[in-house]
């Protein structure tokens, strides 16, 4: 048979193979030796075959890495128990709509006011395409998902120091950017100045992919025209009948455009993680989290707020007290415990596990940030300016804008998401009143959009690092913590394994908290079956 | 009242007014000194106020240019009659489904397959966000729009002749395109080699900018790494728990790179036309023109095939037969005549207009292309690929694979644009008969997706210069054409104007048919209110 008749189906098995026999790295290797570049590390749904015979899982936190855990434990035959310190599943995958309360640490409470059909979420809002664990785990649930607009080129970039405060169009920045580096580069080449392209022929064909990629000449310059407009816009774009002819646009100035740095908010959309396809569950990002709570059912016990961890050579045992009304402490026993506590919140309850895995819980810090939405009487971003989605960068305090990606057209009001920032910005706005907050994003966002103040209708923020049972919003691994700790946070310590986004490369994403806990459960099922 | 609080109903008065007193160029020029660039030349509903007191308009073609004209002038209160040839409205805004039926030039007809839900569009497929036109027609329509995934990172980039024929991933090519543009031009910078960079500052900036944009290391160099594969993805990928360290990718050799030729490849989304956001009607491109035509209602007269277009000094009289039983020829009249026939059919028409305008028609060639839709059992290109929308290319014949825009994740058949071409591909691919056009795009696919030759179902191909009432595909005007010709082809000539992509200066795109029809009727209205 040969390599070009081998379905997907047969190289599925054989890369199956390779890996049970050879390790991950030789299936990787041969992977690429197929041509199939990895995409993800959910190999598919899992599947605990073995019989656990009666063992008892007690599962604390239903984010992610709770609600994976607890839902495959039970399927392969565990006794399971998920104690959530909320009044919903999901975590962090979570969503704010009209009607609903929040009430940060310190005790603020805010009322969200947003109109019904809009909301903002607090935390995750996309999903890469290749984050292919909660992509199964969506389609599992029967949440549709739309696409979500990482890069759009009408969006703003934006800085008070550069233009005279004037923003300037993704698509102009990107254009202006590419031709004054072709056209540079090009001007090196032609003059035998680079040390690089050996031969003739080398020279020749960087010299076509730069005029091509930058838009330039025939003198390899990067100049105001038609060419240059076909990629950054027009003063008047091409139309139709008579007076139709296009007017080009004047590229910025190549020192004010390298000078202003407004460069570094086109390369977001390269990075892997935010590389088109993204997509987002319709409704909003907790749909997810709301659907897996009603599959798991009176499995998960709510409103459960875990006060101590304490396991012995015979079980764990779990105190919890009610997280609203207080009252007697509780105790909740089991053969086993998957936590999914983050290490900001878990460090400061009493856990006796082995010194190595409670100083790498302890010594995780992590790092704040804050989202602020803004409800608008309409979607003048869209009326007047054509932006459809996508995000506007800003060198100001709330960082960026996004817009929303769903309703497109509509007539009636948008949520924007007016600010998402983090370190020290994060930190000034949660120290001010959610008035403020609002009033700070409202200052920044005119700056870009004159029309928000006057169709302003409400907002709502959510800094993470003021969530009671977060804390934070995601660990800042540096490579010398993972190297000392990292591994020691994943082993099972006696009977308790740790999962979630910290316990993962990806400690910003979903994902991680999924793959962690699919691997703390294979390891653990392994150790219960050998038990 | 200071510029800052302004109101976008204030600043498009003001524009309005500046419009009206000075016309468009110092419009334009205002319009950018506020900060506003130009994004379409779409103003709003059009508005033709004053009575034309019972003028009959009649309308040829059922195209974007013929519906829009009829009716904003029916709206106006002209009496208005359209003759379509097909027995629906659109032209090449049209979509097939399964059940349907399509005949092309020399009798060949074909049973669409497709399973309900799937469909080819054989003309126009994407709406960009700044063509305002289609987007104020859509909504009018209330034709819901979804997004439209021009660049999908996750998919390929080909070529038999490089890379051993083993096709990259769109962020494998970005990512090390950029990356070695910006190693080579900073290695230039550094070896103080550029006339550019005067100042030392200039310098600075100018390769931070390339270590920044080209994911470079601490000496400049774009190496294998987890800082390249943050672009072009890993071997393994970040994961969670124990041995979830990635693994980096290694980058291709840069002189294979450039010679591939496939970096042309990465540069179709920074087409200004091209440019994120994009959207696609939900159920397909014909579903506008669908929609048009049930507004239109008794106003258009299907299956009328015109054969003689005559005008004098008292109105314009068309001949025409049924186009699908023949029969006697029958005759229409009416004060004035908007002609949205395109030039490539029309130069076949008996019809006395001036000289000038009679060698426009005549001189204009149309380009041809074909399409072919393919439809698979399950989609492989997302289950097997992470590949969820968006465009391989390739340089085989079939020139690019589309991958479906709806539906994502679904479980049942897929289908793929297999082929959309041009050139002396199109002649090659539509003189063939259409199981044969079918068997050339999935050998072309297989080299790209293996699976295609399982999971094949059914397919369809429409070649544009095949298509009766078309003739031709976009008209290719040459900037010498332009001069010579193209505001003789606006003119009002007679009793007659015409009107269509071909009347504008986006003739590939369905905004240029709708400017080009508000422009005509604008104009016409004037005339007839003056007469």
Known sequence: MSEDKKGPTDRRSLLKLIGAVAGGAVMYQAMDAMGLTAQSNFTGPISLTGDPKGASVLVLGAGWGGMVAAYELGKAGYKVQLLEYNDRTGGRNWTLYGGDTYTELGGITQHVQFDQGHYLNPGPWRIPHHHRGILHYASMLNVP????????????????????????????????????????????????????????????????????????????????????????????????????????????????????????????????????????????????????????????????????????????????????????????????????????????????????????IDVLHYSPNIKIGLQFKRR???????????????????????????NFGSTGPGVILGAYTGGQNAYYLSALSPEDRIKVALDCGARIHPQYKKEFQTGVSVAFHRVPWMLGSSPSWTDELRAEHFNNLCQIDGRIVMVGAHVSWMPGWQEGAILSSLDAIKRLHKRVLSA
């Open 145 to 360: 998902l739309e696409p979500f607009c990482q890069t759009n080129y009408a969006a703003y970039v934006h800085s008070d120091e550069a233009f005279g405060g004037k923003p300037k169009r993704y698509r102009e920045m990107q254009a202006d950017f590419n031709g004054y580096i072709a056209e540079t580069l090009a001007k090196a080449t032609s003059q035998n100045k680079l040390d690089h392209p050996v031969t003739q022929q080398d020279k020749e064909t960087l010299l076509q992919a730069m005029k091509e990629w930058g838009a330039l000449d025939k003198n390899y310059e990067y100049k105001k025209g038609l060419m240059t407009s076909g990629r950054r816009g027009y003063d008047k774009p091409p139309g139709g009948g008579l007076d139709s002819e296009p007017i080009p646009s004047e590229p910025m100035a190549m020192q004010e455009l390298f000078n202003s740095g407004l460069w570094r908010s086109i390369m977001a959309a390269n990075q892997y993680e935010h590389q088109n396809m993204m997509f987002q569950p319709v409704g909003g990002m907790g749909q997810i989290g709301k659907a897996f709570g009603r599959k798991l059912g009176n499995v998960v016990q709510y409103n459960s707020k875990v006060t101590k961890i304490q396991q012995d050579d015979k079980g764990v045992t779990v105190t919890y007290v009610d997280a609203k009304t207080g009252g007697a402490p509780r105790e909740a026993h089991a053969d086993w415990c998957v936590c999914n506590i983050p290490a900001s919140v878990l460090s400061q309850i009493p856990i006796n596990v082995s010194a190595p895995m409670k100083r790498a």
């Open 380 to 406: 003048f971003w869209e009326q007047d300016e054509a932006i459809y989605g996508g995000i506007s960068y800003t060198d100001q305090i709330n960082t960026l804008i996004g817009y929303p990606n769903y």
